[in-house]
């Protein structure tokens, strides 16, 4: 059974910084395709970064680049999401999500959490107070 398990959520101040993890189990790291998606309350589910771990090719959405960063440590089979100078509109509940085998890469739907061939982790909740 996959299971994917974020933490390092919280509330920061605008300008601080957060590290999210995402430690994953029963998914093989070594070639796979790991992304961070967030949900604020009535707003669509919105990917923020990206990374495949075989090759370490990245995206990150136009609102968080140049202020996130993504990584890995297969060793920890864990990703992180590094978030630095954050604003009040990052203010939103993350997830991590692992491609499955049948999964298109990557989807944009409504809500998190609904796409069947994804696996998701619980989230985490980001509160960015101005």
């Known amino acids: 059974e996959v299971q994917l398990l974020e933490s390092g959520g919280g509330s920061v101040q605008t300008g601080e910084s957060l590290r999210l993890s995402c430690t994953i189990s029963?998914?093989?790291?070594?070639?796979?395709?790991i992304g961070w998606y967030r949900q604020a309350p009535g707003n669509k589910c919105e990917l923020v970064s990206n990374?495949?771990?075989?090759?370490?090719?990245?995206w990150y959405a136009n609102s968080v680049k140049g202020r996130f960063t993504i990584s890995q440590d297969n060793a920890k089979n864990t990703v992180y999401l590094q978030m630095n100078s954050l604003k009040p509109e990052d203010t939103a509940v993350y997830y991590c999500?692992?491609?499955?085998?049948?999964?298109?890469?990557?989807?944009?739907?409504?809500?998190?959490?609904?796409?069947?061939?994804?696996?998701w982790g619980q989230g985490t909740q980001v509160t960015v107070s101005s």
């Open positions: 999500t692992v491609v499955a085998p049948r999964g298109h890469l990557w989807v944009s739907p409504k809500n998190c959490r609904t796409y069947e061939y994804y696996y």
């Open positions: 029963g998914f093989t790291l070594t070639d796979a395709d």
């Open positions: 990374i495949n771990t075989g090759n370490g090719r990245t």
